[in-house]
């Protein structure tokens, strides 16, 4: 059968707390740090699935130091490798544990100091495994609680890509989309007008509903010539200052554009 060790919150009778941490510090070479969180949290399991032997010489350890330990019954079957599944690395060297001389009835009937040397060995290891088990206590208390605090991780899910949302592109005014001829509506008035967009940047005008021929018209304050620089359409005249519209639309079938004196025009294919 295994037994376990168990650090009670008080110290044995007669014995100052605070001592009894201090001197529980020096022997399993614990930090104060450690030691405090220790017996605040008691009762604490320190040690797990050790055989008799072994918790008793732990648990008389202890106790000569005026701790508070229990030895309790394991009933269930340990790990098959050594006595703790979990070793860490780095942990310090426990302190050879003095105890008070015994009195003098005692030391005639004290071993050889051979035993006497082996018992001090196997308490020094005994006092290593014990600092080992509690640092192993401790850091596994800290993860659990750890653990049970902390807010559950709900997977976020990625947002599908959708075309919808993405700003629109810019439209392309290409020239070879206004070459030929068209038909154009003031949107203000409803009057139409003829005109045909040479390739050479030639602008010709063929009167509108009422007077509608198939020779370009020639009179003054006609624009001549046009020509489209991005999104705006530019009129030249013979004796008259440019003018510039800017397009909302141009495709091969549609030309819309307005000014700054408020006309908007629509053109389509004649």
Known sequence: MFYRIVLQSHAQQEAA??????QFSSVTGLPAAVTEQLFATAPTVIKRQVTQADA????????????????????????PVG???????????AAAIELPPPPEAEQAARPPPRRRATRLVKAVAAAVILAGAIVVAY????????????????????????????????PAFKPAHI????????????????????EDGALSYYGDDAHHGDK???????PIAWALDGNRLTWRYEAAPSRTVVLDTLVLMQLDYRDAQGDEIRCRRP
């Open 17 to 22: 707390l605070e001592e009894v941490k201090r």
């Open 56 to 79: 008793e010489r732990i648990s008389q350890t202890l106790r000569a130091i005026g701790a508070n330990v229990t030895v309790e019954p394991v009933f269930h079957v340990p790990v």
């Open 83 to 93: 006595l703790d599944p979990v070793t860490v690395p780095g942990v310090p060297m």
């Open 139 to 170: 850091q596994y208390e800290e993860t659990l609680r750890e653990a049970r605090n902390r807010p559950p991780q709900v997977p976020v899910a990625r947002k599908p890509a959708n075309t919808a949302d993405a700003p629109p592109e810019a």
């Open 179 to 198: 070459f030929g001829p068209w038909r154009c509506t003031d949107q203000n008035t409803g009057a139409s007008t003829y005109w045909v967009y040479g």
């Open 216 to 222: 370009p018209i020639a009179r003054p304050g006609l």
